[in-house]
Nanobody, 121 residues
Framework: VQLQASGGGLVEAGGSLRLSCAAS????????LGWFRQAPGKAREFVAR????????YYADSVSGRFTIFRDNAKNTVYLQMNSLKPEDTAVYYC???????????????WGQGTLVTVSS
């Protein structure tokens, strides 16, 4: 599967953004989808993931209650709705996919190109 992330931009603290990740490939519906982020000088970290059915989601503690991951299998797209953004959310956000469930970036085989989110204070 090939992934194309979009929706990043500049937003003030407290604002919202919605990231999208469009996938190509007829087997999109059987993948686990995840979002990761990487801030300058820091390691890539897990943000959220969703099961193939959409019925199971999991979030990093740092974003729980503020971010929501959801998917539309008919559109081959996974979304990350980000509310109450903080300056520490500033990072390049990547979507990823794999047949198996996982929370580590090394557990995902397929990656999008990343989209930059900048939150100003």
């Amino acid at each position: 599967v090939q992934l194309q992330a979009s929706g990043g931009g500049l937003v003030e603290a407290g604002g919202s953004l919605r990231l999208s990740c469009a996938a190509s490939g007829r087997t999109f519906s059987i993948y686990f989808l995840g979002w990761f982020r990487q801030a300058p000088g820091k390691a890539r970290e897990f943000v959220a993931r969703i099961s193939w059915s959409g019925g199971s989601t999991y979030y990093a503690d740092s974003v729980s209650g503020r971010f929501t991951i959801f998917r539309d299998n008919a559109k081959n797209t996974v979304y990350l709705q980000m509310n109450s953004l903080k300056p520490e959310d500033t990072a390049v956000y990547y979507c990823a996919a794999d047949y198996n469930d996982g929370l580590g970036y090394d557990e995902y085989d397929y990656w999008g190109q990343g989209t930059l989110v900048t939150v100003s204070s």
